[in-house]
C-alpha cells in the first residue's frame, strides 16, 4: 500500500487495507505496517495448520495495548501512535529495516507519547500487554540503550513470549523478578533514558519488544565474543531477544481475535531454510516446542541434527529434527543454506542474514551469530 493521496482517504474514513504476514518481512515503502482488514485477517487465519485450528476452544490471547494512547483501538493508522526518530519519518519507529534508507534493524516498536508535564516531560503510564511474570528489571538507566527497561515472560502462551518495555522515566516501585502481573498493569512511565545518545524532549516513547528468548547461555557466547564491555543483564541482554513485528501481533488480535500465539508464529513468512549438523537440542526448543513439528518418527532415529526456518528479521520460528541419514557424511557442525527466499532478505536487509558468494548461498554476519548461540562450542 502506497501512502500517496489514497492513504488520507483510507484515514479519514477508517478503511484500511494489507496483509498480515507481511508486516514483518516487508518495510518497503508504505509497507503493510499499518494496514488491517477483517477480510485478510480471517484468510491469514485459514492458513492456520489443521493441528492448531482444533484449538479454537481455548481462551483467546488477551491483549492489552502497553500505553494510554486510544489511536490504534479507534482504527487510526500508525503516525497516530509511532514516533519517528529525528528524520521524522513514522515509518522509523516501525518494527524492521526501517531506518537509514532499510540498512538500520530496529526491533520493536516506538510508541509516542501523548501526556507531559509542565518540564515537558512524557508522563504515558506503561503497561503490561499481557498477564506475565516480571524477569528482568535494569533501574540503571546508563548500562544499556534501552534505559531503565522491564522485560517480562508470558509462561501461559505458546510459544512463552516475553515483552520489553525500553526508555521508561521510570519504574512502579516493587517491580522485581518474579512478580506477577496482570494485563494493562502499571510497570513504569515512558520517558527518554538511554546509554546511547540523548533522546529529547519531544520524542520520549516507549521502544516495546515482543519475541523469544534466544538462549541460556548468553552470558559464555557474549564473554566469547569480545565486546569490550560488560554485560550486566546476562541472558536478559537484548541481543539475546530476537523480536517478531508488535504490530502484526496487535493487527491480528484486533482482526479476529487471537487464540494462541502459535498462530502467529505458523504464518509467518519463511526467508531462509537451513540444515545443520549440529546434533545438540538447543535449549530455546526445549523452552518453545511449539515450534518444532513433531515427524511421528522416533526421536530416537533423528539425531542428525536440524532443519530450521527463520523469517526475514532472523527469527528461528520452524524446526525439524533430521535423521542421521539426512546429514551422513556431513563435517561436524556443517551448516548448509537450502532455500532462500532473495525478495524478503533484500527488503529486510538491516538484518544480514546470508549472503552468495559462488553462487552459493553462506551464512551472513547475523545468521552467524544466533548459530553460534543456538549451538554453543
Ligand atoms: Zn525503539
Known sequence: MRRGSGFWFWLATGLWTASLTGCGADQGPGAAAGARSATNGAQSLANVPPGNKARTSSPRVE?????????????????????PTASGDPRSGLFGSVRSGGRQFHEGLDL????????????????????GVVRYVSNSPGNSNYGRYVVLE???????????????????????????????????????????????????????EIGLRVTDRFAAWYAS?????????????????????????????????????????????????L?????????????????????????????????????ATGLPFRW??????????WKRGEVRIQKVDASLLAANRGRKLATQRGGRWVPDE????????????
Open 112 to 131: 509516542l507519547a501523548t501526556k507531559h508535564d509542565k518540564q515537558g516531560e512524557a508522563t504515558d503510564a506503561v503497561g503490561a500487554a499481557l498477564a
Open 154 to 208: 508470558h509462561p501461559q502462551e505458546r510459544p512463552a513470549v516475553y515483552t520489553l518495555y525500553a526508555h521508561l522515566r521510570e519504574i512502579t516501585p516493587g517491580m522485581q523478578a518474579g512478580r506477577q502481573v496482570a494485563p494493562g498493569e502499571r510497570l513504569g512511565t515512558m520517558g527518554r533514558s538511554s546509554s546511547g545518545a540523548p533522546i529529547p524532549k519531544d520524542r520520549a516513547h516507549l521502544h516495546f
Open 320 to 329: 525439524r529434527r533430521l535423521s542421521t541419514a539426512e546429514t551422513a557424511g
Open 225 to 273: 565474543r569480545g565486546f569490550g564491555s560488560p554485560n550486566p543483564h546476562g541472558i536478559w541482554n537484548g541481543m539475546n531477544l530476537a523480536g517478531l513485528d508488535p504490530l502484526a501481533v496487535f493487527i491480528r488480535h484486533q482482526a479476529g481475535g487471537l487464540n494462541s500465539f502459535e498462530e502467529i508464529f505458523s504464518t509467518l513468512p519463511a526467508a531462509l531454510v
Open 63 to 83: 491483549l492489552v495495548w502497553p500505553t494510554p494512547n486510544p489511536a490504534f483501538d479507534e482504527g487510526k493508522d500508525f503516525p497516530a501512535f509511532i514516533q
Open 366 to 377: 547475523d545468521l552467524n551469530s544466533l548459530i553460534e548461540q543456538l549451538f554453543p562450542r
Open 275 to 311: 540444515q545443520t549438523s549440529h546434533a545438540a537440542e538447543p535449549d530455546f526448543i526445549r523452552r518453545y516446542p511449539d515450534l518444532l513439528e513433531t515427524t511421528g518418527v522416533a526421536d530416537a532415529g533423528l539425531a542428525g541434527g536440524w532443519e530450521i526456518t527463520i523469517n
